[in-house]
């Protein structure tokens, strides 16, 4: 478990689907990251069960009341086809709507980062976004990371479509400088 001033962020239970279902069940959440929205509470059950039992893969939850509004990773070597090395990882997220704006997934990353290159040792860390996705662009600049190159006609199997990827990279030296 990590926490910040105004999150935890902890692994996700199967208690959480209510609440995912809740907010993954949105179109403009799924759709900007890449994913179908969720069409019931056992298809978000499922989530938890699979791609967000993954290591370094957390609920971001506000202190008020521990419940999930949003999610946050590391993907680490081998789960991401943009980390070539094992001392590199991708950072992804997504947060629900009514929370958009308020900072916390900027104040949830600054968390993973340390966590990637203090805890985890990380040389490297890596995020992307698909283009027109503004709200995930403003995160990584005001994180710190630096354009690295555009992908274009990546395939989003979900939707049976391509899209153009912007990659952004962070490196443990630039991550203490912006401290």
Known sequence: ???T???ILRRWEESDAED??????DPDIGFAAGWKPHESEEESLE????VLSEPETYAVCLKEDG?????ISLKLYGSSADVSAKDECELGYWIAKPFWGQGLIPEAAKEML?????????????????????????VQEKLGFKYQ?????????????????IM???????????L
């Open 1 to 3: 478990m990590l926490r």
């Open 5 to 7: 001033k105004r999150l």
């Open 20 to 25: 995912l279902y809740k907010y993954a069940s």
């Open 47 to 50: 989530s938890i069960k699979g």
């Open 67 to 71: 419940r999930a509004i949003g999610a």
């Open 114 to 138: 340390c966590r990637a290159f203090e805890d985890l040792k990380m040389s490297k860390v890596w995020c992307g976004y698909y283009d027109g996705n503004e709200k995930s662009k403003r």
């Open 149 to 165: 190159y555009t992908k274009d006609d990546v395939f989003v199997p979900a939707f049976n479509e391509t899209r153009t990827e």
């Open 168 to 178: 952004s990279c962070m490196t443990k030296e630039e991550w203490k400088n912006e």
